[in-house]
């Protein structure tokens, strides 16, 4: 068994330090923090795994092919595999949870 705490974890110097910031990874799922601050752009491609985005904070829109909703505080999403997907119109800092299955780039083709 594995346990965090995501207030443990956004305080880590580590996360500061990165725009993604992996804190489990198995064969069946990853999972990190993802953050972009106001005004960012958002430079993700499609990856070849499912996701689960939790906004832990922030505000934006999300982009889903050509489908567009708005995401804050408690918000959850799922996107699938291979999806072309940004955050955009970030009018508040974001902090997200990020869960892949199985764990990200353990299907990219190599």
């Given amino acids: 068994m594995k346990s965090f705490n995501l207030f443990d974890l956004i305080a880590e110097n580590e996360y500061k330090e990165k725009l993604y910031f992996e804190f489990l990874r198995y064969p069946s799922m990853s999972s990190g ?18 996701e689960l985005y939790y906004i832990i904070e922030g505000k934006a829109i ?7 909703i708005q995401v804050e505080s408690g918000s959850l999403v799922f996107v699938e595999a291979y999806k072309k997907h ?25």
Avoid: N, R
């Fill in 33 to 50: 923090i993802y953050q972009l601050a106001v005004g960012s752009k958002d430079l993700q491609e499609p990856h070849s795994e499912d």
């Fill in 62 to 68: 999300l982009k889903v092919e050509e489908e567009e």
């Fill in 86 to 110: 940004q955050f955009t119109k970030i009018t508040e800092d974001l902090k997200i949870l990020v869960i892949f299955s199985p764990a990200e780039y353990s299907l990219q083709k190599k």
